[in-house]
C-alpha cells in the first residue's frame, strides 16, 4: 500500500512538472508569435498604467489612443510608400485593431496612426499594440472610424482642405476652418481671433438638463484669453490665464495656463457636479443645483481665440478622472506611459535574433543621408590614411636596412671612392648620397686623373651639391605624410559637422511629429554620434602612424646629415689640400 501511494506521489508530481513545463512553453510561444509572416517589421507599442508610468486604478474601454511612428520604432524604407501595408494587432498578438492613419510622410519618416484599444488594464506594463507592415503584397484597409467608446463627436482637423468635419463625417463646420500641419498630434486648428469655427446644432452633441456631459480638448493659446467652446448655456474660456466654465448661473475657474504650450482641458458634468480637469489634475469641482440647464444649440469653436485648438472631442458620458489622466497622457505622447520599439520577423525581443539588443542595427537604420556622406567621406580618408602609413612603412624600413648595411661598407672601404653605391645598395639613401658625391669628385678629376688636391672651395661645392641631394631625399621621405595631416586634423571636425546636422534633423523631426519621448529622440542622435566616431576612427590610426613614421624619417634625415659629414671628412683627408672650412659641418641639419 505505501508503494503504491509513492508511486501516485510521483506519478503526480511528474504530470505536475509536465504541465507547468507545458503552460511556460505556450506562454513563451505566445509572447514570441508573429501574426503574419509576409511582414517582415512590427512595432510593438506598451501602455505602462504601472507606478513607473501613468497610473490608473481602473481599467479603460474603447480608447482611442495616438501612435506615433517615427525613425526610431518604425521602418519607413521596409514599408510600402503610402502605409497602405500597415495593420494594428492586440496584445494577443492575433486579434486586427481598428485604426485610422491621420499622417504617413514615408520621406520625412513620420507617421500617426489611431487606434481604438478594446481594453486597457490598470497597474500594469502588459497593454500591449503592434504595427505590423513590411508586406508589399498587402492590400489597403478600407478607412476605418475610430474615436473613444462614448464620444458624441471627435474632431482631430485632419482636413486639408479646411472643411472639417468629425470622425464619422456627419457634423461639419459651416465654413473652413485654417489648418496648421504640425499641430499636438497631426494636423490643429489654428484661430487668429476673428474666425471661429461653427458648428449647426445636432442631437449628438446636445445633453438635456441634468444628463451626463463631457468636453475635452487640446490648446496653445498665443495669448490667454478668449472662448474656446461655447454652445447653449455652457462655455469654456480663458481670462487672465485660467480656464472660466460656465453653465447657466454656475461659473467657476481654476487651472495656471502659460501662453505657447499644449495644454489639456476638459470639463465634465454629472448628477449635480461639475469638475473641471487641466493637465489631467483636477483643477475645480463645484455642485450644479437642479434644475440643470440643459447644453444644446449650434457650437461655437475659437471666437475671439488666438491660438490652436486639437482633438476636441462630446461625449454624451461622465467621463472618470481616470479617464483623463489617461487620454492626456497618451494623446500628448507621455513616454511614462507610451514606450515602443521595433522589431523585424525572426527576431527575439532585444532585435537581433540572439537575445542581444541589435545595437549597431538601430544605429544604422536611423542614419540620416548627411551622416551617411561624412561616413563615406571618412571611409575613404581612412583607406587613404592606410595606404599611407603601409607604403611609408615598407618604405622606411627598407631604407633603414639599406642604410646600414651600406654604412657598414663604406666604414669597412680602405679608399672613400671604391666604398659601392646604389648598384650594390639599391634601397639605401646614404648610398645615393654617396654616388652623389662621387659624381661631383669625378667631374673634379678626383681618382685617376687627379693633379692636384682639392680645395677647401671645391669641398664646399661637393658638400652643396650632396646636400642638394639629401633635401630631395627628404623631400621623397616626406612625400605624402600631409595625408596623414589631412586625416588627424580633418577627420574629428568632418565627423562632428555629420553629427550636428544628423542632430539638426533629429530634433526637427521630433518638433514635427510632436513626439517628446526618449524613444524618438535617442536613435536619432545616438545614430548622428557615429559621424564623430567615424571622424575619430580616421584620426586616432592616422595619428599614430604619423607619428611613427615621422620618427623613423627624422632618425634617416639626421643618418644623412652625419654621413655626408663623414663622407666630406673623408675625401679631405685623402685628396684635399686644406680642412673643411669652419662652420661647415652639419651644415644641412
Not at 454656475?250 to 501662453?259: A, T
Not at 664646399?460 to 641631394?469: C, Q, S
Request: hydrophobic letters at 50%; aromatic letters at 6%.
Amino acid at each position: 500500500m505505501i508503494r503504491t501511494r509513492s508511486s501516485l506521489s510521483r506519478f503526480h508530481f511528474r504530470s505536475s512538472l509536465a504541465l507547468v513545463a507545458l503552460l511556460l512553453t505556450t506562454a513563451t510561444s505566445t509572447a514570441q508569435a508573429w501574426w503574419d509572416t509576409e511582414y517582415k517589421q512590427r512595432t510593438k507599442v506598451t501602455l505602462n498604467t504601472t507606478a513607473e508610468g501613468v497610473t490608473t486604478s481602473e481599467a479603460l474601454s474603447g480608447v482611442a489612443v495616438p501612435l506615433r511612428l517615427h525613425s526610431g520604432n518604425f521602418d519607413f524604407i521596409g514599408a510600402k510608400p503610402d502605409g497602405s501595408d500597415l495593420r494594428v494587432v492586440a496584445a494577443d498578438d492575433k486579434t486586427p485593431l481598428k485604426f485610422s492613419v491621420e499622417r504617413f510622410d514615408s520621406t520625412g519618416e513620420l507617421a500617426v496612426l489611431w487606434v481604438q484599444v478594446p481594453t486597457v488594464a490598470p497597474g500594469t506594463d502588459k497593454n500591449l499594440v503592434y504595427v505590423y507592415a513590411g508586406n508589399p503584397k498587402a492590400a489597403a484597409e478600407p478607412v476605418a472610424t475610430v474615436a473613444d467608446s462614448g464620444a458624441a463627436a471627435t474632431f482631430r482637423f485632419n482636413q486639408t482642405d479646411g472643411a472639417v468635419r468629425d470622425v464619422n463625417g456627419t457634423i461639419a463646420a459651416t465654413a473652413p476652418v485654417a489648418i496648421e500641419p504640425n499641430g499636438l498630434i497631426g494636423a490643429s486648428a489654428r484661430f487668429d481671433g476673428s474666425q471661429p469655427m461653427e458648428l449647426p446644432a445636432s442631437d449628438a452633441m446636445k445633453a438635456a438638463s441634468g444628463a451626463p456631459y463631457s468636453l475635452a480638448l487640446w490648446a496653445r493659446p498665443t495669448a490667454v484669453a478668449g472662448t474656446l467652446f461655447a454652445q447653449g448655456a455652457l462655455s469654456v474660456a480663458l481670462d487672465a490665464g485660467k480656464v472660466v466654465v460656465k453653465l447657466g448661473r454656475v461659473q467657476f475657474s481654476g487651472g495656471e495656463l502659460p501662453p505657447a504650450a499644449w495644454v489639456h482641458i476638459a470639463v465634465t458634468f454629472g448628477i449635480g457636479k461639475a469638475t473641471l480637469y487641466v493637465n489631467g489634475t483636477q483643477a475645480a469641482q463645484v455642485d450644479v443645483p437642479a434644475p440643470a440647464p440643459a447644453i444644446e444649440g449650434a457650437v461655437l469653436v475659437g471666437d475671439n481665440y488666438n491660438g490652436l485648438i486639437d482633438e476636441l472631442q462630446v461625449a454624451a458620458e461622465l467621463r472618470s478622472a481616470e479617464w483623463v489622466r489617461f487620454a492626456r497622457a497618451a494623446q500628448g505622447a507621455d513616454a511614462l506611459l507610451v514606450a515602443s520599439e521595433l522589431q523585424r520577423e525572426g527576431e527575439s525581443a532585444s532585435g537581433d535574433g540572439s537575445g542581444q539588443p541589435a545595437y549597431m542595427g538601430v544605429l544604422v537604420k536611423n542614419l540620416t543621408v548627411d551622416a551617411w556622406v561624412v561616413i563615406g567621406i571618412c571611409g575613404v580618408m581612412l583607406l587613404i590614411a592606410i595606404w599611407v602609413m603601409i607604403i611609408k612603412a615598407v618604405l622606411v624600413q627598407r631604407t633603414d636596412r639599406g642604410n646600414l648595411a651600406f654604412l657598414a661598407a663604406f666604414r669597412a672601404a680602405p679608399d672613400v671612392m671604391k666604398a659601392g653605391g646604389a648598384s650594390t645598395h639599391a634601397t639605401s639613401s646614404l648610398a645615393r648620397l654617396y654616388d652623389s658625391g662621387i659624381q661631383q669628385l669625378n667631374k673634379r678629376g678626383v681618382g685617376a686623373t687627379q693633379v692636384k688636391p682639392l680645395s677647401g672651395a671645391s669641398l664646399n661645392a661637393v658638400r652643396a651639391a650632396i646636400e642638394a641631394d639629401m633635401v630631395r631625399e627628404n623631400q621623397g621621405l616626406n612625400s605624402q605624410i600631409v595625408l596623414l595631416t589631412i586625416a588627424i586634423a580633418g577627420g574629428p571636425f568632418l565627423g562632428l559637422f555629420g553629427t550636428v546636422v544628423g542632430v539638426m534633423i533629429t530634433f526637427a523631426a521630433i518638433a514635427l511629429a510632436g513626439d517628446v519621448n526618449v524613444n524618438a529622440i535617442a536613435p536619432g542622435i545616438a545614430a548622428a554620434l557615429l559621424a564623430t566616431v567615424a571622424g575619430l576612427g580616421v584620426a586616432i590610426p592616422s595619428l599614430f602612424g604619423y607619428n611613427y613614421l615621422a620618427s623613423r624619417i627624422k632618425n634617416i634625415s639626421s643618418d644623412m646629415s652625419i654621413f655626408v659629414d663623414e663622407f666630406i671628412t673623408r675625401v679631405a683627408e685623402t685628396y684635399g689640400d686644406v680642412a673643411p672650412a669652419a662652420g661647415q659641418t652639419g651644415a644641412a641639419h
